[in-house]
């Protein structure tokens, strides 16, 4: 019995729509991720956060759908982030539940993502607010919100889905331990005998974290500490350097942050205390790799800030450093979204040779930094004076903060003497995390916020993003290992190389051609404006038949000449615009119908096959 064309078709429709229902039920949880950073599966260290989560998690995720119907970027990244979030969900087993909300004008989702502080992004006069963000909530109904998510910090989007994921399933407050030689805390100012009030960076860190402050007299570190901050540390005692070397040897995480001359001391200005303020915790350091002057200061001609001098006058301060978005690595966390970070009198971190550690470095000078004597530093007041001691010759990168990781051995050959302590001597250490950074001045307020009172309370604005790092490396270290593990993928959007690569070409190729032309352009509006100058005794400009008819015919010539430069380039775009169509014509549709070719050749090769 013969079956019909149509009757085939239709067999065939019924059959394909019943296998794709069928694969869905059966492979819903199947995925395969074939892009080239997996930027559609989760790391192992999101995995691993997933895992710790004790009670369930909602997932509020509200975009503006009918909003933003012909914003392609976003409408694309949106897809990007949702489909990221449902990997959280299908990994998650049950303990995390998503929520997809369109937020549309005046209804009660848009009132919710309100609520939750959503940022509502305005697309141009007179269209709805477009919504793109998150909201988390936990059995505690605690809170946590991502206001908008930027397509330009997609790089970081797992790792900050991943730390608000974190957070939820940890609501406890990061506990920070701080030792700190330094009088952050405020006090009075032994050269004005009046009370300065405490730093902005320590009120912030007091806000946001679970802070104790551990005397340089003790002996040992409280317990359960997440993060060790170490300020401009001096004079610690052999107990306490033991117990900041064990700390860090058990997995412990530190924030150091060291100097070799701390000019933001209000002693430092005194000629007996100048230059011998240095912070002290080199015995630690070797072991991890790295070794910090304490004799030498940066000096750095290109990213001196300017200052006023007491004259009245503005001059740059070689000691005092702007450092901007090409000094920070755009790989890490802690950097990667930061503008400019200023301090002074840096030190110069030494990577040692024979370290075991990996050490990735996050703040650098530029190449025209050198190094200074920080006696000779200390010791100078007029600015324009560190142009003497700046030694040309010996220019280059300087790297002045860096991530410490891996595994280290000890300082220590064993618990010193007179120490009781019932804690194992930790030998080696496999999981060593510090970030190390060789200066405290940018701590101090001057370098990075301006303060004003508003009505008797007091206002800081920052100018400046030195608390933000503080507070990005305290929250990168504050997470657990898994969360540390996280960095970028890789970025969703792909380019077209070829087509960037022709770009390059088509653009060399008419870029000769329009410089010749307006080279020719040029002279011949010299050659007019030199025909004419010149007047008659009445100011009236007085012509020949002969110049009149010269005129003319540069004016004709000048005339062509713009006329064949607009078309050099109007033709670099539409070649430009030709060579892209060209090549998404062959990837969308000769691809497809030569696929179609194959099947139909595989097909009747088959059929001969058979018939035979």
Same mark, same amino acid.
């Given at each position: 019995?013969?079956?019909?064309?149509?009757?085939?078709?239709?067999?065939?429709?019924?059959?394909?729509?019943?296998?794709?229902?069928?694969?869905?039920?059966?492979?819903?949880?199947?995925?395969?991720?074939?892009?080239?950073?997996?930027?559609? *599966?989760?790391?192992?260290?999101?995995? $691993?956060?997933?895992?710790? =989560?004790?009670?369930?998690?909602?997932?509020?995720?509200?975009?503006? +759908? &009918?909003?933003?119907?012909?914003?392609?970027?976003?409408?694309?990244? $949106?897809?990007?982030?949702?489909?990221?979030?449902?990997?959280?969900? *299908?990994?998650?087993?049950? &303990?995390?539940?998503?929520?997809?909300?369109?937020?549309?004008?005046?209804?009660?989702?848009?009132? %919710?993502?309100?609520?939750?502080?959503?940022?509502?992004?305005?697309?141009?006069?007179?269209?709805?607010?477009?919504?793109?963000?998150?909201?988390?909530?936990?059995?505690? /109904?605690?809170?946590?919100?991502?206001?908008?998510? +930027?397509?330009? &910090?997609?790089?970081?989007?797992?790792?900050?889905?991943?730390?608000?994921?974190?957070?939820?399933?940890?609501?406890?407050?990061?506990?920070?331990?701080?030792?700190?030689?330094?009088?952050?805390?405020?006090?009075?100012?032994?050269?004005?005998?009046?009370?300065?009030?405490?730093?902005?960076?320590?009120?912030?860190? %007091?806000?946001?974290? +679970?802070?104790?402050?551990?005397?340089?007299? #003790?002996?040992?570190?409280?317990?359960?500490? +997440?993060?060790?901050?170490?300020?401009?540390?001096?004079?610690? *005692?052999?107990?306490?350097?033991?117990?900041?070397?064990?700390?860090?040897?058990?997995?412990?995480?530190?924030?150091?942050?060291?100097?070799?001359?701390?000019? *933001?001391?209000?002693?430092?200005?005194?000629?007996?205390?100048?230059?011998?303020?240095?912070?002290?915790?080199?015995?630690?350091?070797?072991?991890?790799?790295?070794?910090?002057?304490?004799?030498?200061?940066?000096?750095?001609?290109?990213?001196?800030?300017?200052?006023?001098?007491?004259?009245?006058?503005?001059?740059?301060?070689?000691?005092?450093?702007?450092?901007?978005? #090409?000094?920070?690595?755009?790989?890490?966390?802690?950097?990667?979204?930061?503008?400019?970070?200023?301090?002074?009198?840096?030190?110069?971190?030494?990577?040692?040779?024979?370290?075991?550690?990996?050490?990735?470095?996050?703040?650098?000078?530029?190449?025209?930094?050198?190094?200074?004597?920080?006696?000779?530093?200390?010791?100078?007041?007029?600015?324009? %004076?560190?142009?003497?001691?700046?030694?040309?010759?010996?220019?280059?990168?300087?790297?002045?903060?860096?991530?410490?990781?891996?595994?280290?051995? #000890?300082?220590?050959?064993?618990?010193?003497?007179?120490?009781?302590?019932?804690?194992?001597?930790?030998? %080696?250490?496999?999981?060593?995390?510090?970030?190390?950074?060789? /200066?405290?001045?940018?701590?101090?307020?001057?370098?990075?916020?301006?303060?004003?009172?508003?009505?008797?309370? $007091?206002?800081?604005?920052?100018?400046?993003?030195?608390?933000?790092?503080?507070?990005?490396?305290?929250?990168?270290?504050?997470?657990?290992?898994?969360?540390?593990? =996280?960095?970028?993928?890789?970025?969703?959007?792909?380019?077209?190389?070829?087509?960037?690569?022709?770009?390059?070409?088509?653009?060399? &190729?008419?870029?000769?051609?329009?410089?010749?032309?307006?080279?020719?352009?040029?002279?011949?509006?010299?050659?007019?404006?030199?025909?004419?100058?010149?007047?008659?005794?009445?100011?009236?400009?007085?012509?020949?038949?002969?110049?009149? $008819?010269?005129?003319?015919?540069?004016?004709?010539?000048? =005339?062509?000449?713009?006329?064949?430069?607009? /078309?050099?380039?109007?033709?670099?775009?539409?070649?430009?615009?030709?060579?892209?169509?060209?090549?998404?014509?062959?990837?969308? =549709?000769?691809?497809?119908?030569?696929?179609?070719?194959?099947?139909?050749?595989?097909?009747?090769?088959?059929?001969?096959?058979?018939?035979?």
């Amino acid at each position: 019995m013969k079956i019909s064309n149509t009757l085939t078709y239709v067999l065939l429709a019924v059959l394909f729509f019943a296998l794709v229902l069928l694969s869905n039920q059966i492979f819903k949880s199947a995925r395969i991720d074939l892009t080239e950073n997996q930027v559609y *599966s989760l790391s192992d260290g999101s995995k $691993a956060i997933l895992t710790q =989560i004790d009670e369930p998690i909602n997932l509020y995720f509200f975009f503006s +759908d &009918k909003a933003s119907e012909g914003l392609t970027t976003i409408r694309n990244y $949106a897809d990007r982030v949702e489909s990221l979030l449902k990997e959280y969900e *299908s990994a998650a087993n049950g &303990k995390i539940k998503l929520h997809l909300i369109d937020p549309e004008p005046f209804s009660e989702a848009e009132d %919710q993502a309100n609520d939750y502080g959503l940022t509502a992004a305005s697309a141009g006069m007179g269209t709805d607010p477009i919504y793109l963000g998150l909201a988390g909530t936990n059995a505690l /109904d605690d809170e946590k919100v991502i206001g908008f998510f +930027d397509p330009q &910090k997609e790089q970081f989007l797992e790792y900050e889905l991943s730390q608000l994921i974190y957070e939820l399933s940890e609501p406890e407050a990061v506990k920070v331990g701080l030792i700190s030689g330094i009088a952050m805390t405020g006090g009075q100012n032994p050269m004005t005998g009046q009370f300065d009030p405490p730093w902005t960076i320590y009120e912030q860190i %007091q806000q946001l974290y +679970d802070v104790e402050t551990i005397d340089t007299s #003790s002996d040992n570190l409280p317990e359960e500490l +997440d993060v060790l901050m170490l300020i401009h540390p001096q004079g610690l *005692s052999d107990n306490l350097l033991y117990a900041i070397d064990q700390f860090a040897l058990s997995g412990g995480k530190i924030l150091a942050f060291v100097d070799s001359h701390h000019e *933001s001391d209000p002693m430092a200005a005194m000629s007996g205390m100048a230059g011998a303020n240095g912070s002290d915790i080199n015995p630690l350091l070797q072991p991890w790799g790295v070794a910090v002057s304490s004799n030498d200061v940066v000096l750095d001609a290109a990213l001196g800030l300017d200052i006023r001098t007491q004259t009245g006058g503005v001059t740059k301060h070689l000691g005092f450093v702007g450092l901007q978005k #090409s000094q920070f690595d755009a790989e890490d966390v802690t950097t990667a979204n930061l503008d400019s970070i200023n301090g002074a009198s840096f030190a110069a971190i030494d990577l040692l040779p024979d370290a075991t550690t990996d050490i990735q470095p996050l703040l650098y000078s530029s190449e025209y930094a050198a190094s200074g004597n920080a006696m000779s530093y200390a010791m100078t007041r007029d600015p324009e %004076q560190f142009f003497e001691q700046y030694d040309q010759s010996q220019t280059g990168v300087k790297i002045l903060a860096v991530r410490i990781s891996g595994a280290a051995g #000890s300082a220590f050959d064993a618990v010193p003497e007179g120490l009781e302590t019932d804690a194992e001597f930790v030998e %080696q250490g496999e999981q060593l995390n510090v970030i190390l950074v060789a /200066d405290t001045d940018m701590l101090s307020d001057r370098f990075w916020v301006n303060k004003a009172n508003f009505f008797g309370q $007091a206002i800081a604005t920052p100018f400046a993003d030195n608390g933000a790092f503080v507070t990005n490396a305290i929250e990168n270290l504050g997470g657990n290992n898994a969360l540390i593990s =996280i960095r970028s993928r890789g970025t969703f959007a792909r380019p077209f190389d070829k087509v960037e690569a022709l770009t390059v070409q088509a653009e060399a &190729k008419f870029r000769e051609q329009e410089q010749a032309l307006e080279a020719q352009l040029a002279e011949t509006e010299q050659q007019l404006a030199e025909l004419q100058t010149g007047s008659g005794e009445d100011g009236l400009m007085v012509l020949n038949a002969e110049q009149q $008819a010269a005129i003319d015919s540069f004016m004709d010539k000048k =005339i062509e000449i713009r006329k064949a430069l607009r /078309d050099v380039r109007h033709q670099l775009d539409k070649d430009i615009e030709q060579l892209g169509t060209q090549l998404k014509l062959i990837n969308i =549709i000769v691809a497809p119908i030569l696929l179609v070719f194959v099947v139909f050749g595989l097909r009747r090769t088959f059929r001969v096959k058979g018939a035979a």
